[in-house]
């Protein structure tokens, strides 16, 4: 029984990965002391018996080259298998593996415990992967999730949901989400997220992209919590040369490759984020605990209803939620007409972690506001139990 294979001519490594999993995975390990890689995945597979393998690491000894000619041809025959690279980590390398279908990257330095966390996140990849690949009976074609998140006003911690939310979806399922900043004048999801994009949302929808998902694929910036993110224009002027149009057809492409689309809209309902709500598969409308704000999201709701959109899969967050700020969840279901589906608690914990550029979600699960974030990312997580509702309106006002 072999669920887990590693490809390594490194004794030593191995050991580490032999301790990693006798540490708590279930399964058996088989290691392949041989670094020339065949040129099929099923050349790999074929000593291996009794259950399926899961997860492939290409360890030390095996070179750069090799593990990302094989792991492509994994990605088109075998996408239900994880593929993980062991190697230093350089934006090239890993904008190169990432592009090759390689699940992750594992510096071949680690730990038993930090190979052992590795490989139960690339078994959740796989997991999921295989479930998603047993059950797609729909046309090809079909395209993923896009995630919009709205509000009508801004300051209202908009940036900060979707970048949670998008880590969270990275977790659950390892490089098949992307964030998308459609704030094209002021986005902040590069300063939110410590990145330095070589390229932008104005890059994405002009030249070769809009024709070639793989040239798109390659503007992407890559961030280390398993997620790519697709970062605003570096000049507001260039937010004039880029069209509703060329947003929709972008969106469509961005689906079409990837399993979760999570965007981040400019305040209010401008010609972007209409495109995007166009798109959208589910919708997160976001208010404060204060009355412009409340008031605001209601007319917005209005008009998204007569437009007719964010009809289906629509959630309402309410940020900062604080029982001393006058208003309760009550207060703000009957001013906007519908239900609150989650209420994220003021949290000192949530603003550090923006300030410093790491997502809360990314560095802890613990806390109100973790804890609630996630609970929001579960109703984007087909896997997940419905959340129940009793109970909201008071967890909320005692915040």
Partial sequence: MSRFILVTSDSEFEQRVKKAVSGGLTGGLRVITTVELPSTP??????????????VLLGPGVTSADALRLAAVFDIQLPEISIVLVAESDPELTLAAMRAGIRDLLAPTSD???????????????????????????????????????????????????INVAVELGRIEPMSTVLVDLDAQFGDVASALQLEPEHTLFDAVTGAAPTDSMVLKAFLSVHHS?????????????????????????????????????????????????????????????????????????????????????????????????????????????TIGTKVDIAISRSRELAFSTNNGIPLLQR?????????LKKLTAYFDPDSAPLPRKGIHKRAELT
């Fill in 226 to 334: 398993s997620i790519y993110a697709l970062c605003g224009p570096s000049s507001p002027a260039d937010a004039d040369l880029i069209s509703g149009d060329a947003i929709s057809h972008l969106l469509e492409q961005l689906a079409g490759e990837f399993r979760f689309v999570v965007i981040d809209t400019a305040p209010g309902l401008g010609e972007h984020a209409l495109a995007a709500l166009e798109r959208a598969t589910d919708v997160v409308l976001v208010c404060a605990m204060d009355v412009p704000s409340v008031r605001g999201l209601r007319k917005e709701i209005d008009v998204l209803d007569k437009l007719g959109l964010a009809t289906g899969h629509r959630r309402v967050v309410v940020n900062f939620a604080d029982r001393s700020s006058g208003l309760s969840i009550r207060d703000i279901e009957e």
């Fill in 112 to 162: 038993p415990e930090t190979i052992r966390v590795l490989i139960e996140r690339a078994c959740r990849s796989a997991a999921s992967r295989g479930r998603k690949s047993s059950q797609r009976q729909t046309p090809p074609g079909t395209a993923g999730q896009v995630i919009v998140v709205a509000s009508p006003k801004g300051g209202v911690g908009k940036t900060t949901l979707a």
């Fill in 364 to 372: 802890t699960a613990r806390g109100a506001a973790a804890k609630q």
């Fill in 42 to 55: 099923h050349e790999l597979l074929a000593p291996v018996v009794g259950e399926p393998a899961e997860v």
